[in-house]
């Protein structure tokens, strides 16, 4: 795989497989010598190509069948055929940084989600990042077209410890003005929280027009900045900060309709958020769908040892 971070689409291909052959290793005034050495170079490129695609969905039949996935189509694209395009797909995609060793190891950059709605023909690519999140609040706007993105950590909330019961109340609101004014400077559009903000905190946001999802925990917002380029900053360190654009972020919901109907009758709902339009290629997500849960996550489990197992 290409361990390159920068990437022309033009590319993609030779990031996989031209990269192993190198360069002619001399060079010939002959245009005709020139273009059918070319032309010998891709047709045996594309035969290795095939070889390695049709190795690698053996292999991923195999590792389907010993989850007790079929391969059978039964009347729709196969598991196999999804599975290897998807993970095709992906590797394709992706250019992951070199720097700690991690550049061949996959897991970090491709995650899997399951919608137990659909069908299989509907899984696919997001090539961003996904996550089980919803705004703090229902009536924060929920879709946004070029939004900038804020990444806080720790607790968001007042700064109380050292005052008196006398002087709390016009203190709190001094504090509430201060932080509110340190997170306004920075215009973010989408405002995302390792973990809580005090109520009074999220009703100024709300009445900003700003989404706010909490509780993201460190390692998700780690991995945010690491696909987006976005530093994490405590509100101490928001110092009107300029924020990157992103291509959209965004909410849905999805009735799970494979999955068993809970008391009186209702289905699951999942709310997943959507980052797309990253700057650089260090992540992206797998969505399976068009089964029941149970299925999807074995289909999920070998496919983890898939992308290990890619050439």
Sequence with gaps: ????????????DQGLWIANWGEPT????????????????EEKQG??????????KALVGQLLKSVGVSSSDQGEKSWVDIVTSLSWEATSFLKPDAIGGNAMNPDGYVKVKCIAAGSRSQSQLIKGLV?????AHKHMPTMYKNPRLLLIS???????NRLSAFDSMDQEKDDLKYKMDRIEICHPNVILVERIISRDIQESILAKRMTLVLDMKLHRLQRVARCTGSPILSCDDLNGQKLRYYDSIYFEKFVEEYDGAVEGG?????????????????GCTILLKGSHSDELKRIKMPKVKVKKLRP
Excluded: Q, W
């Excluded at 035969?47 to 690698?56: L, P, Q, R």
């Excluded at 720790?154 to 109380?160: A, M, N, R």
């Excluded at 209702?266 to 260090?282: D, Q, S």
């Design 154 to 160: 720790g607790v968001l909330s007042h700064s109380l």
């Design 266 to 282: 209702k289905r699951f709902i999942k709310t997943l958020m959507f980052i797309e339009g990253c700057p650089t290629r260090l």
């Design 47 to 56: 035969a290795i190509k095939e070889v390695m695609n049709g190795k690698f």
């Design 1 to 12: 795989m290409d361990n390159s971070v920068t990437c022309n689409d033009d590319d993609e």
């Design 131 to 135: 996550f089980k999140k919803h705004a």
């Design 26 to 41: 001399s060079m010939t005034s002959s245009k005709d010598e020139i273009s059918g050495s070319y032309r010998f170079k």
